[in-house]
């Protein structure tokens, strides 16, 4: 039943209040003219003798005319209703210019700003002080009956004005929680979409550092036995050493599909300090000629051994796409609370592979994780070769 009136009627009210409030009250107006009301307000009539009811129309009708444009001109139309309403007080004594005034008084404190507001307020409380002594002094009425004509008054038009104020603050109070639920949803949304890049960043590095490195090798190896006279053995031993990239490949991207699947397990083991011997041979035996020198390093956090490892990781890996054959030196040591890496390389050939190696997305990566880390990191070329570099400090223990 409410939402039938809430769709049909009220709907419609809501969409036509505009006029329709105005005919209502002239109707009103003259259903009590017929009805004989008049004189309601006698003791201020200036008129010697009674009045037809229907003259209170006079000044009724013109009023509720006035209240069409009361939303577009809310102060004039005030102003001019009030001057019909007290010409009515003191003539005929009709009652439908006070529902008009009522209705246009509402409307202009409605929409009226704090001052207006409170100017407003001091009007009324005048105008019920005047329409007291008036009544006291200039009628017949005894001070007590005066004294409680002032209290209607001042009542009506207070409740009037108090329910304008009351409605008015709410609509203000709504207003504000629909733009904080707004500015919330916007912060909201705004943070779901950093949280989404950050994993997709996330993502991106893990898939470089677990399977890029290993699908560039295979990539090397089958160059390199392709580029080469045919032989048994060595081509047996370039097939197993792509078997064995291929497998560690696999195994990283089935680990990351459990993870992004089930949101449970855990990646495929981070590179570590003992993985640093490993890392040098599978150079060497892609044909560059390494240097490998880190005496008395100290403890390292996590974070910080595995941007170190990382590190030579993928100055090698780069070595190996585009300074085949080079010469490289690694040195990793402490100085100044720091522990810095640095690989330079020699010589060397570009292998055919780099030509599809992409957009060198790895060192900028380093050079990410390294400052996320409070490091700091370059590459670029050095003398007949290339130099990468990492500084890291010693305090990082995440």
Same mark, same amino acid.
């Given at each position: 039943m409410h939402e039938q009136v809430d769709g049909g009627i009220g709907?419609?009210?809501?969409? @036509?209040?505009?006029?329709?409030?105005?005919?209502?009250?002239?109707?009103?107006?003259? =259903?009590?003219?017929?009805?004989?009301?008049?004189?309601?307000?006698?003791? +201020?009539s200036l008129l010697s003798g009674p009045v037809s009811p229907w003259w209170a129309l006079a000044f009724a009708l013109p009023a509720c005319a006035l209240a069409l444009v009361k939303r577009r001109l809310p102060m004039t139309v005030l102003g001019i209703v009030t001057i019909l309403f007290v010409a009515d007080l003191l003539t005929v004594g009709g009652i439908g210019t006070l529902f008009v005034l009522l209705d246009v008084l509402w409307t202009a404190v409605f929409l009226a700003g704090p001052r207006r507001r409170r100017a407003l307020l001091m009007l009324l409380s005048a105008s019920t002080v005047i329409l007291f002594i008036v009544a006291?002094? +200039?009628?017949?009425?005894? +001070? $007590?009956v005066? +004294?409680?004509?002032?209290?209607?008054?001042? &009542?009506?038009?207070?409740?009037?004005?108090?329910?304008?104020? $009351? *409605? #008015? !603050?709410?609509?203000?109070?709504?207003?504000? @929680?629909?733009?904080?639920?707004?500015?919330?949803? &916007?912060? $909201?949304?705004r943070d779901r979409a950093e949280a989404v890049q950050r994993e997709?960043?996330?993502?991106?590095? %893990?898939?470089?550092?677990? *399977?890029?490195? @290993?699908?560039?090798?295979?990539?090397?190896?089958? %160059? &390199?036995?392709? #580029?080469?006279? /045919?032989? !048994?053995?060595?081509?047996?031993?370039a097939l197993q050493a =792509?078997?064995?990239?291929?497998?560690?490949?696999?195994?990283?991207?089935?680990?990351?599909?459990?993870?992004?699947?089930r949101g449970d397990g855990a990646l495929v083991a981070t590179p570590r300090w003992a993985d640093l011997d490993g890392i040098v041979r599978d150079a060497e035996r892609a044909g560059l000629v390494v240097g490998f020198d880190a005496p008395d390093v100290p403890e390292l956090g996590a974070a910080a051994e !595995?941007? *170190?490892?990382?590190i030579v990781?993928?100055?090698?890996?780069?070595?190996?796409? @585009?300074?085949?054959? &080079?010469?490289?030196?690694? %040195?990793? *040591?402490?100085?100044n609370a720091e522990v810095q890496v640095r690989v330079r390389s020699r010589g060397g050939v570009a292998s055919a592979a780099a030509a599809h190696g992409g957009e060198g997305w790895g060192l900028q990566m380093l050079r990410e994780r390294v400052g996320a880390l409070g490091g700091f990191f370059t590459a670029? /070329?050095?003398?007949?070769?290339? #130099?990468?570099?990492?500084?890291? /400090?010693? %305090?990082?223990? =995440?």
């Open positions: 709907a419609w009210y809501r969409r @036509h209040r505009g006029w329709a409030d105005p005919a209502g009250m002239a109707l009103l107006a003259v =259903v009590m003219a017929a009805l004989g009301f008049r004189g309601v307000w006698g003791s +201020f006291w002094l +200039f009628t017949d009425m005894p +001070f $007590a005066a +004294f409680l004509i002032g209290v209607q008054f001042g &009542a009506i038009f207070g409740t009037d004005y108090w329910w304008a104020v $009351a *409605v #008015s !603050q709410a609509h203000e109070l709504a207003e504000l @929680h629909r733009q904080r639920a707004e500015d919330a949803a &916007a912060v $909201a949304e997709r960043e996330a993502m991106a590095r %893990e898939l470089h550092d677990v *399977v890029a490195g @290993h699908v560039m090798a295979m990539a090397i190896r089958a %160059e &390199a036995a392709l #580029s080469t006279t /045919p032989d !048994q053995t060595k081509d047996r031993e =792509v078997r064995d990239a291929g497998l560690d490949a696999h195994g990283a991207l089935r680990s990351m599909i459990s993870v992004l699947r !595995q941007a *170190v490892v990382r990781r993928e100055a090698l890996t780069n070595c190996i796409r @585009h300074a085949g054959g &080079a010469e490289v030196d690694i %040195e990793i *040591v402490e100085r670029g /070329p050095a003398p007949d070769g290339w #130099s990468v570099e990492g500084r890291l /400090p010693l %305090e990082v223990r =995440v």
